[in-house]
Structure formats: structure tokens, C-alpha cells
């Protein structure tokens, strides 16, 4: 079988899960690292706040292996010819998916786009200001390079095969998918 494999990461409220949602509609098989790590967390911590989230995958990293959550997602899918992986967050999982074959899509759009699409959504504590977000979003994004077990969203943009920029309206983006990923 010649799978067919992509990665999907990027910066918080950029688009991920409605990429994702576009790509299953075209035949590939789902699985989210994030659910993993909070179902994950609500087993051992009785909670799924952001704080919890990042110890409990951090933690399992460090101790399983910097991939784990993208190889655990590979061992699931792995009757699928086609699918995409959501929740990547660290160098290690970027390593993972490339050693597989696989092809990391990372999206992104402005900081002010995102941050009007986080607090309409209201699911999050880190939208309840424009300074509160940025300032989560730059522990996100700089990390160590030489740590692969936890989230470092800038080092897997450095790592990604393509960037998608969403920017506009949903066509405008599902077109720019269609051009790289279809």
C-alpha cells in the first residue's frame, strides 16, 4: 500500500481543524493527536484547561518519545491508504511524520485574524484579550530548538513542506489547499 500521509500544524485559531474537515471530504482517513492528549489528561489530571494539556504532553513525550502522539496516530490509521494527522506540536512529531513519509502542512494567518476567530468561538480562557493571547502565543512559539519533546509551534513552521496562509474567505483557503495538497 502507498500511504499517503500529511501532517497538520499551525498557530492557535489559524484554520487547522477546518482544513482538517476539508481533507477527510476528500477521501482521507482523521486522527487527532489532540484528542489523544486530552483524553489523555483527563485520565490523569481530571481536566483539559491548557495548562494540563501541555504538562500531560509534554510528560508523555519526555517519557514515551518525542513522536509518540504522531506514532501512536500512525499505529491507528494504519489500515487507511490516506490520512491526515492534526495536533502536531513538537520537533519530535515533525521527525516522526518526515521518517514515515509524511508531508507537514502548517497554517498560519494574522495574529488579529485569529484572535477575533478564538474569542468567537469562546472556548478558551487565553481570548479574554488581544494581550493575553499574543502573550500565550510567544511562549508557543519559542522554544528551544534542541528540546523535541515539547511544543514549539515556531520550530515546526522552520520544519514544515508548506505553509498555508488563511487569510481570506473559506474558498479563497480551500483553493490554496487544493493547489499543495490534492
Known amino acids: 500500500m502507498n500511504r499517503v500521509i500529511i501532517g497538520l500544524a499551525g498557530t492557535f485559531a489559524s484554520g487547522k481543524d477546518t482544513l482538517a474537515e476539508w481533507i477527510e471530504q476528500h477521501g482521507f482517513y482523521h486522527v487527532s493527536t489532540s484528542d489523544m492528549v486530552r483524553e489523555g489528561c483527563q485520565e490523569n489530571y481530571g481536566s483539559t484547561d491548557r495548562r494540563h494539556l501541555y504538562v500531560y504532553a509534554n510528560e508523555t513525550r519526555a517519557k514515551d518519545g518525542a513522536g509518540i502522539f504522531v506514532k501512536r496516530a500512525l499505529e491507528q490509521s494504519s489500515a487507511k491508504e490516506k490520512v491526515v494527522i492534526t495536533g502536531i506540536r513538537s520537533i519530535g512529531e515533525v521527525e516522526e511524520l518526515h521518517a514515515e513519509g509524511g508531508r507537514l502542512i502548517f497554517v498560519d494567518a494574522p495574529i488579529g485574524l485569529r484572535y477575533e476567530r478564538a474569542f468567537s468561538r469562546a472556548r478558551d480562557e487565553e481570548v479574554e484579550s488581544f494581550e493575553k493571547f499574543k502573550a500565550s502565543e510567544e511562549k508557543e512559539l519559542h522554544r528551544p530548538i534542541h528540546n523535541k519533546t515539547e511544543q514549539n509551534i515556531g520550530a515546526i ?18 483553493a490554496n489547499a487544493t493547489e499543495v495538497l490534492l
Do not use: E, G, V
Not at 157 to 174: E, G, H, Q, V, Y
Open 157 to 174: 513552521k522552520d520544519l514544515a513542506d508548506t505553509i498555508l496562509i488563511n487569510d481570506s474567505d473559506l474558498d479563497s483557503f480551500f
